[in-house]
């Protein structure tokens, strides 16, 4: 995926910012890319990160993404770079097996762009966005479950439970009890239906944000599972850094960012309680990662001016102990899953 992410409702004035890629300078200031070092940018996109890590003269990328048409779209880069830079088509969940077998083994940065790329949000054909009339789609590897399947299939619950929990949607069970009585007579095979739905039970109101945002949002994280492949994804840099080697992740909304910040903070000990053991009692596990400096890291208003999708971007940062990787043991893993379903254990 690519910067230029944020709410949808907010488009950029004078047309969308496809190729900007939000906080460079703070990303690269925390990567500090240097000769010889080997990075690994998970959500590759229009390439602005990688693009900038390749200026260090002697550092090679290897880029995942798990959509089809950014990897066919960095063709141009990978001529450019030559063996420098390495291209798949993958989940940045798996980063770890990725590098491995790439022969990217001991990264020293790995950076993350979590969320959707303003090119997706722009494409009416891919679905993401009810700013355009297109199918309900959402798919980011264009395979799967779709939004539409979600909509028309999942029971008045589930669907409830993906609205509220991953769309922080307040009236989600009313518009989840709406779809389903609405299905019956007609399918939702585009954006403006389901849109247009959730118009009529909250109408829009000038100065907020669109009342379908958070609806489409949540449907978008559950189609495409961005909170659980997120958590997996950090266990997975956990694993692949070297020793001094930087995690930097940048989101776009709470969700996201309340899982990266808890990452953190266990990983790094901040926060642990500081008492005598119990008899018996184990030893907290040795830091995994350093936080360093005042986190997280906002844009600033030169940059929110010039691409106002950049308003919600936020930046955190650790560099990797010698510690043993931990996996995806801890709380702030619980977040990626929804809360009913764990409950119930579906």
Same mark, same amino acid.
């Given at each position: 995926?690519?910067?230029?992410?944020?709410?949808?409702?907010? @488009?950029?004035?004078?047309? @969308?910012?496809?190729?900007?890629?939000?906080? /460079? %300078? %703070?990303?690269?200031?925390?990567?500090?890319?240097?000769?010889?070092?080997?990075?690994?940018?998970?959500?590759?996109?229009?390439?602005?990160?990688?693009?900038?890590? /390749? $200026?260090?003269?002697?550092?090679?990328?290897?880029? #995942?993404?798990?959509?089809?048409?950014?990897?066919?779209?960095?063709?141009?880069?990978?001529?450019?770079? &030559?063996?420098?830079? !390495?291209?798949?088509?993958?989940?940045?969940?798996?980063?770890?097996?990725?590098?491995?077998? $790439?022969?990217?083994?001991?990264?020293?940065?790995?950076? /993350?762009?979590?969320?959707?790329?303003?090119?997706?949000?722009?494409?009416?054909?891919?679905?993401?966005?009810?700013?355009?009339?297109?199918?309900?789609?959402?798919?980011?590897?264009?395979?799967?479950?779709?939004?539409?399947?979600?909509?028309?299939?999942?029971?008045?619950?589930?669907?409830?439970?993906?609205?509220?929990?991953? &769309?922080?949607?307040?009236?989600?069970?009313?518009?989840?009890?709406?779809?389903?009585?609405?299905?019956?007579?007609? +399918?939702?095979?585009?954006?403006?239906?389901?849109?247009?739905?959730?118009?009529?039970?909250?109408?829009?109101?000038?100065?907020?944000?669109?009342? $379908?945002?958070?609806?489409?949002?949540?449907?978008?994280? $559950?189609?495409?599972?961005?909170?659980?492949?997120?958590?997996?994804? !950090?266990?997975?840099?956990?694993?692949?850094?070297?020793?001094?080697?930087? /995690?930097?992740?940048?989101?776009?909304?709470? !969700?996201?960012?309340?899982?990266?910040?808890?990452?953190?903070? %266990?990983?790094?000990?901040?926060?642990?309680?500081?008492?005598?053991?119990?008899?018996?009692?184990?030893?907290?596990?040795?830091?995994?990662?350093?936080? +360093?400096?005042?986190?997280?890291?906002?844009?600033?208003?030169?940059?929110?001016?010039?691409?106002?999708?950049?308003?919600?971007?936020?930046?955190?940062?650790?560099?990797?102990? +010698?510690?043993?990787?931990?996996? #995806?043991?801890?709380?702030?893993?619980?977040?990626?899953?929804?809360?009913?379903?764990?409950?119930?254990?579906?």
């Amino acid at each position: 995926m690519t910067s230029g992410r944020g709410e949808e409702s907010t @488009p950029v004035a004078g047309g @969308p910012a496809r190729h900007v890629p939000v906080l /460079l %300078e %703070e990303v690269l200031a925390a990567l500090g890319p240097r000769d010889g070092g080997v990075y690994l940018d998970g959500t590759f996109g229009a390439g602005g990160y990688t693009t900038a890590i /390749l $200026a260090a003269p002697g550092t090679r990328v290897l880029a #995942l993404d798990r959509d089809p048409t950014a990897i066919t779209a960095g063709a141009s880069l990978r001529e450019q770079f &030559g063996e420098r830079l !390495l291209l798949r088509q993958t989940r940045f969940s798996d980063l770890d097996t990725v590098a491995a077998a $790439a022969g990217f083994g001991g990264l020293d940065g790995v950076v /993350l762009d979590i969320g959707v790329s303003s090119m997706q949000l722009d494409e009416a054909a891919r679905g993401f966005s009810f700013r355009f009339e297109g199918p309900l789609d959402m798919r980011m590897e264009m395979s799967g479950r779709s939004a539409a399947d979600i909509v028309n299939e999942a029971d008045e619950e589930e669907i409830a439970d993906i609205l509220y929990h991953f &769309g922080e949607e307040r009236l989600a069970r009313r518009i989840a009890r709406a779809i389903v009585a609405d299905r019956k007579a007609t +399918p939702f095979h585009t954006t403006a239906q389901l849109a247009g739905l959730i118009e009529r039970l909250n109408p829009p109101r000038f100065g907020q944000i669109h009342p $379908a945002t958070r609806s489409f949002q949540g449907l978008r994280i $559950a189609v495409n599972d961005e909170l659980g492949e997120l958590a997996r994804a !950090l266990a997975a840099a956990e694993r692949a850094l070297k020793v001094g080697g930087v /995690l930097a992740i940048v989101s776009f909304h709470s !969700l996201e960012d309340r899982i990266v910040k808890q990452f953190f903070a %266990e990983r790094s000990g901040r926060g642990r309680a500081r008492s005598r053991l119990l008899p018996g009692e184990p030893a907290p596990p040795e830091p995994t990662f350093d936080c +360093p400096g005042a986190q997280p890291v906002a844009p600033s208003e030169t940059e929110v001016r010039a691409n106002p999708r950049a308003r919600s971007a936020r930046l955190r940062f650790g560099v990797r102990t +010698p510690a043993a990787a931990l996996g #995806l043991s801890g709380a702030w893993s619980q977040l990626a899953v929804l809360p009913e379903r764990q409950r119930k254990g579906r």
